[in-house]
C-alpha cells in the first residue's frame, strides 16, 4: 500500500482501530530521515532537547529559535511521519497571545504540524486559543518536566485517588479544549488505562503502561546515545548505540595513529602525465 504522510484523522483512525501510534523524539534531520524511513508515525521535537542535544542541565533553558532551528531541521528530514514541535518553557505560560505567536513559528518557520504544551486546567484557555488559531496541539499531564519543582520532581505522579482524578478531569478538559493528542507522562500503567478508556483522543504514554494508545520515548534514551546521564525507570533500551559509536570511534583513531586509514580505496588518482608535469616543472 502507499505510504500517506499521517495526519490527525489518521491518528483518530488507529485508536478507533486499537493499532498503536508509535512517537519518537528527534531533532536533526538525519535522525528524522532514519525514524520516518522506520515507518515511526510522529516525531515530537521535545524540549527534552535542551538537555540531550544542547547540553543544559534541564529543559528550562532552552529557547524559541533553539526549538525552532531543530524543528526546521526535522521537518526537512521528514516525509511520512507528522512532526511535531515543544513549546518551551515560558514561551505559551505567561499570556496566550504569546502563546499563539510562539506556537505560529512553530508552524510557519519550523515546518511542524502541530505544538505540544505541558500543563492541565491551567492550560485549557490556551490550547482552546491555539486550536481556535488554527494551530493543532497536544497537551502534556502526569509528569511535567518544565514544572518539575512543583510536583516533587521528576517522579510517578497520580497515584492516589485524589491525584488520579485530576489528571483524568485535566485530560478530559483538554480534550475539551480541543487537545487532538495527549501524552501522559510516568503514571501508574491502571491509571493511564482508564485515562486512554474515557478519552476520545489517543492517549501517548512515556512510563504509563501498554495499555495507552500509543508510546512515546526519548530516541537518545531508547538507543542508548546518552552519557553519564540519569536514564528512567520506564526506558527500555532498543539498542546501545553510545558503546557502538565510542568502539566505532575508537577503531577509527587507532586506524589514522597506524597509518591505515585512508586506505587505497579512499584516495583519488593523478594521471601519469599531469604527475609528471608537476613533478618535473620544478616546483613540486
Ligand atoms: O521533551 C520531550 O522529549 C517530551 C517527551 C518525553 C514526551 O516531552
Redesign the pocket.
Known amino acids: 500500500m502507499e505510504r500517506t504522510p499521517i495526519d490527525i484523522p489518521a491518528l483518530q483512525q488507529k485508536k478507533a482501530n486499537r493499532e498503536k501510534i508509535t512517537?519518537l523524539?528527534a531533532y536533526d534531520a538525519a535522525w528524522a530521515r532514519l525514524l520516518d524511513e522506520a515507518g515511526v508515525d510522529v516525531i515530537?521535537v521535545?524540549?527534552?532537547?535542551?538537555n540531550?542535544v544542547l547540553g543544559y542541565r534541564d529543559?528550562l533553558p532552552v529557547t524559541m529559535d533553539e526549538m525552532i532551528l531543530l524543528t526546521r531541521a526535522v521537518s526537512r528530514g521528514t516525509r511520512y511521519a507528522m512532526v511535531l514541535g515543544?513549546m518551551p518553557f515560558l514561551s505559551y505560560q505567561s499570556d496566550v497571545r504569546d502563546a499563539i505567536v510562539n506556537a505560529g513559528r512553530f508552524l510557519k518557520e519550523g515546518g511542524a504540524v502541530g505544538v505540544?504544551i505541558?500543563g492541565g486546567a491551567a492550560m485549557a484557555e490556551t490550547v482552546r486559543a491555539l486550536v481556535r488559531a488554527g494551530i493543532p496541539t497536544v497537551g502534556?499531564l502526569g509528569l511535567t518536566?518544565q514544572t518539575a519543582s512543583l510536583i516533587g520532581g521528576y517522579r510517578c505522579q497520580g497515584r492516589t485517588a485524589h491525584a488520579a482524578r485530576r489528571i483524568l478531569d485535566d485530560a478530559l478538559l483538554l480534550q475539551d479544549a480541543g487537545a487532538f493528542l495527549i501524552?501522559l507522562?510516568c503514571v501508574p500503567d491502571r491509571v493511564a488505562e482508564e485515562i486512554a478508556r474515557r478519552c476520545k483522543v489517543p492517549i501517548?504514554g512515556?512510563g504509563a503502561g501498554a495499555a495507552c494508545d500509543g508510546q512515546?520515548?526519548?530516541l537518545h534514551d531508547m538507543l542508548g546515545m546518552g552519557r553519564g546521564g540519569h536514564s528512567p525507570r520506564f526506558v527500555h533500551r532498543f539498542e546501545n548505540l553510545g558503546d557502538r559509536v565510542v568502539a566505532a570511534v575508537q577503531r577509527y583513531g587507532a586506524d589514522v595513529r597506524a597509518g591505515t586509514f585512508p586506505g587505497p580505496d579512499h584516495v583519488f588518482a593523478i594521471p601519469d602525465d599531469e604527475w609528471d608535469a608537476f613533478t618535473k616543472d620544478g616546483k613540486a
Open positions: 512517537m523524539t515530537l521535545g524540549d527534552s532537547a535542551a540531550v529543559t515543544d505540544k505541558e502534556h518536566p501524552v507522562e501517548i512515556i512515546v520515548l526519548v
